[in-house]
C-alpha cells in the first residue's frame, strides 16, 4: 500500500470526552484526532490505538498507528497535527513506524498510573480533575501488601467489568507498585501488564484504598484474584486519576 506509515504518542486530557473510541453522537478523542486527519490526507484516515481508555481517562503516552499520502513528511505533520488538534490533545512524538505496525496488536505491555489525593487540598480545582480527590489518609503498608499480591499471572475477571466476553481473563503483571507523592499528598499507583481487562485497574485500585483505610481485610486482595465473579469487589476508583502512561514495542519505541 502507498503512503506513509506512522505512528503517534498523544497525550490528553479525558474529562471533555467519552474514552478514546469513536462513538456516533459522543465526543471522543478518535473521533476529533481522526476528524484532522481526515482535513489534512483529503480522505478518512483510520487510526489504532494502544489501548482504548474509557470517558475522563487520561494519557500521557496513547500510542496510536495510521496511515497517510505519501506526501507528508513526519516533521511538517507534526506541526500541522498540533496547530489543528483542540487543546485537550497534544502529538508529543510522531514519526514513521514500519510497514503493517498496528498500535494495540504489536504492543507487548501497557502501562497505567493511579493518583490517589489524600490530602485536603485534593479538592482544589486545579487538582480533583486530574486525580481522585479521597482527601483520607491511606495505610502505605496496606497499599504496599496488596500492590504485591497483583504481579505475575492471574485471572483478573473479578476485578472487570461485567459483561465482557473472552476467551480467558488472564493478565501477566510485571509492575505492581505504589509511590508516594511529595508534600504528603497521596500516593501513585504504577502496574504494567501484557494486557488488560475492561475498567481493571480502576476496580484494583477501588479494593486497595478500601483495604488501606481498613474497610476490607488484606487477605481479600488475593481471595478475590481466586474468584470468578467481581460481586464482590469495591467499586472502581473514578476515571479522573487514571492515565495511560505507555505501551511497549520492541520493534518501534
Known sequence: MQGLSCYAMLHYVGHPF???????????????LEQVLQRLAGRRVVTHA??????????????????????????????????????????????PAPEGFHARRH????????????????????RRSL????????DR??????????TGEHD?????????RKPHYRCRVVVSRWDRRPNAEGFIFTIEADRFLHR?????????????RGRRPPADMGRLLRSTSNAEASPPAP???????????????
Open 107 to 126: 504492543a507487548t505491555s501497557r502501562c497505567y498510573r493511579y493518583v490517589v489525593g489524600c490530602d485536603a487540598a485534593a479538592q482544589s480545582p486545579f
Open 156 to 164: 483478573f475477571r473479578a476485578f472487570s467489568a461485567v459483561g465482557q
Open 200 to 212: 481493571m485497574v480502576r476496580f484494583l485500585v477501588g479494593t486497595m484504598v478500601d483495604v488501606a
Open 141 to 150: 503498608r496496606l497499599l504496599d501488601a496488596a500492590a504485591a499480591e497483583l
Open 239 to 253: 476515571p479522573e486519576g487514571l492515565y495511560l502512561v505507555g505501551a511497549r514495542y520492541p520493534q518501534l519505541l
Open 18 to 32: 467519552s474514552g478514546w473510541q469513536r462513538q456516533r453522537s459522543q465526543r471522543t478523542v478518535q473521533g476529533d
Open 131 to 138: 486525580e481522585w480527590a479521597l482527601g483520607q489518609p491511606l
Open 50 to 95: 494502544a489501548g482504548r481508555t474509557d470517558a475522563g481517562v487520561h494519557a500521557l503516552g496513547q500510542v496510536v498507528s495510521f496511515r497517510m499520502p505519501g506526501r507528508w513528511q513526519p516533521a511538517t505533520l507534526h506541526r500541522a497535527l498540533n496547530a489543528l488538534l483542540p487543546p485537550e490533545i497534544w502529538v508529543a512524538r510522531l514519526g
